[in-house]
T-cell receptor, first 115, second 111 residues
Framework: GAGVSQSPSNKVTEKGKDVELRCDPI?????LYWYRQSLGQGLEFLIY????????KSGLPSDRFSAERTGGSVSTLTIQRTQQEDSAVYLC?????????????FGPGTRLTVL | DQQVKQNSPSLSVQEGRISILNCDYT??????FLWYKKYPAEGPTFLIS?????DKNEDGRFTVFLNKSAKHLSLHIVPSQPGDSAVYFC??????????FGAGTRLTVKP
């Protein structure tokens, strides 16, 4: 079956512009996660959705970052007024349930470059 | 706040030999640990996990060892194959959905 997909695969934007990153999880997966990986760093947790609600927004680095999930499926991560330090690979993952032991399946990521 | 650390950014081994990837953590509340493997231009894929109630978990050529007192885990791959060449991430969670990842170790297996 189809895995997690993300679009776009690459995004180059100018500092100060807004960007939207999209994630399509595996069908039937109730949990959805956003991470980012900056150069030379590990994966940094950003936000977690269970269904359409986000019980854990603790990882969002600033109020320029927001995310939503509609219909328990597609999620959009929005970064407003992008800064150069936002440049990273943004990864989305989904899991069948929402427990910590459920395997997370990752998408290929969106590489964001802020000039 | 690096709660999960992989201190070796890279490792190179000969095909057929053992690969040992190490990971240290600082949060004693972590109770579930995972290893993910990542090829270029792809997302990480789950490899193997271990619960804190165990000290070893084996799956084919892959074995994960957990030393809770030392807050250390390791992934052993034996025998190593060229197709194992990838970046390996260690991850840990404390029973919630905030999973912490290490920076990764790039493994190169030479034929």
């Amino acid at each position: 079956g189809a895995g997690v997909s993300q679009s776009p695969s690459n995004k180059v934007t100018e500092k100060g512009k807004d960007v939207e990153l999209r994630c399509d999880p595996i069908s039937g997966h109730t949990a959805l996660y956003w991470y980012r990986q900056s150069l030379g760093q590990g994966l940094e947790f950003l936000i977690y959705f269970q269904g359409n609600s986000a019980p854990d927004k603790s990882g969002l680095p600033s109020d320029r970052f927001s995310a939503e999930r509609t219909g328990g499926s597609v999620s959009t991560l929005t970064i407003q007024r992008t800064q150069q330090e936002d440049s990273a690979v943004y990864l989305c993952a989904s899991s069948l349930g929402g427990t910590s032991t459920d395997t997370q399946y990752f998408g290929p990521g969106t590489r964001l470059t802020v000039l | 706040d690096q709660q999960v650390k992989q201190n070796s950014p890279s490792l190179s081994v000969q095909e057929g030999r053992i690969s040992i990837l190490n990971c240290d953590y600082t949060n004693s509340m972590f109770d579930y640990f995972l290893w993910y493997k990542k090829y270029p231009a792809e997302g990480p894929t789950f490899l193997i996990s271990i619960s804190s109630i165990k000290d070893k978990n084996e799956d084919g050529r892959f074995t994960v060892f957990l030393n809770k007192s030392a807050k250390h885990l390791s992934l052993h791959i034996v025998p190593s194959q060229p197709g194992d060449s990838a970046v390996y991430f260690c991850a840990a969670s404390a029973g919630n959905n905030d999973m912490r990842f290490g920076a990764g170790t790039r493994l190169t297996v030479k034929p």
